[in-house]
């Protein structure tokens, strides 16, 4: 049994077994099944399980999981800051999770094109 502490979304308790279906990811993230649906079929986000063929589904790990838990908390406060995140900055969120990389999101307003955007902490991305 995994247990997953996610700061302001509480605890989810996921049981031991090999992997889990979109919906039952996006459950444990707080996310809309279109939301991650969309973003993996853009590319933007991925199961450690893929899809081989029509008829089979993805099956996302715990690990993957947490990574679309991190990344729903940033999509969360950029819309709570009236920000849009691209698929651009989430695919470059998942890329960073899953490297390892130490990062931090920064949310920012560029004052001089007017453009708001989420940025990892020294490259933008937007």
């Given at each position: 049994?995994?247990?997953?502490?996610?700061?302001g979304?509480?605890?989810?308790?996921?049981?031991?077994?090999?992997?889990?279906?979109?919906?039952?990811?996006?459950?444990?993230?707080?996310l809309?099944?279109?939301?991650?649906?969309?973003?993996?079929?853009?590319?933007?986000?991925?199961?450690?399980?893929?899809?081989?063929?029509?008829?089979t589904?993805?099956?996302?790990?715990?690990?993957?999981?947490?990574?679309l838990?991190?990344?729903?908390?940033?999509?969360?406060?950029?819309?709570?800051?009236?920000?849009?995140?691209?698929?651009?900055?989430?695919?470059?969120?998942?890329?960073?999770?899953?490297?390892?990389?130490?990062?931090?999101?920064?949310?920012?307003?560029?004052?001089?094109?007017?453009?708001?955007?989420?940025?990892?902490?020294?490259?933008?991305?937007?």
């Amino acid at each position: 049994m995994h247990v997953l502490a996610f700061p302001g979304m509480g605890v989810v308790v996921l049981e031991e077994r090999l992997g889990f279906s979109t919906q039952e990811a996006a459950d444990a993230c707080g996310l809309t099944y279109r939301m991650v649906d969309n973003w993996t079929r853009c590319g933007a986000v991925w199961p450690s399980i893929p899809a081989h063929g029509q008829g089979t589904r993805r099956m996302w790990s715990t690990v993957d999981i947490e990574r679309l838990a991190r990344i729903a908390r940033v999509v969360r406060d950029a819309e709570r800051a009236g920000l849009q995140v691209t698929y651009a900055a989430i695919t470059a969120m998942w890329d960073a999770i899953e490297a390892g990389d130490d990062w931090t999101v920064c949310l920012s307003t560029d004052i001089s094109s007017r453009r708001k955007s989420v940025s990892r902490q020294g490259a933008g991305v937007s």
